[in-house]
């Protein structure tokens, strides 16, 4: 993964993103896969991913349904229910 923070807070809607992303340098991204993606309306999407990573040797997955909104032209995530 690329661990881009000013792009990821730059598409994160300022009603609900964090003041600032730290990334754990212990981690590694292994991977991104886009499960499904839905749209909602003309101006609303979710998307479904799942996330790996690894750290100190032990795997995990982050999945996701993220809900995604487009201003200006742009599409802004605005929030999301992690899925099992």
């Known amino acids: ?3 881009r923070a000013q ?3 730059d598409t994160w809607d ?3 993103r964090p003041a600032q992303l730290d990334f754990d340098p212990d981690v590694k991204w ?5 499960k499904a993606h839905r749209m909602l309306g003309p101006d609303h999407a979710e ?3 799942i996330a790996r990573s690894r750290l100190h040797g032990i795997a995990t997955r982050l999945h996701e349904l993220s809900c ?3 201003r200006d032209r742009r599409w802004y995530y ?3 229910v ?3």
Do not use: I, P, R
């Open 14 to 16: 300022e009603k609900h």
């Open 82 to 84: 992690m899925l099992k």
């Open 7 to 9: 792009y990821l807070l």
């Open 78 to 80: 605005v929030d999301g």
């Open 47 to 49: 998307v479904e991913f």
């Open 30 to 34: 292994l991977g991104l896969a886009v």
């Open 1 to 3: 993964m690329l661990e």
């Open 68 to 70: 995604f909104e487009l």
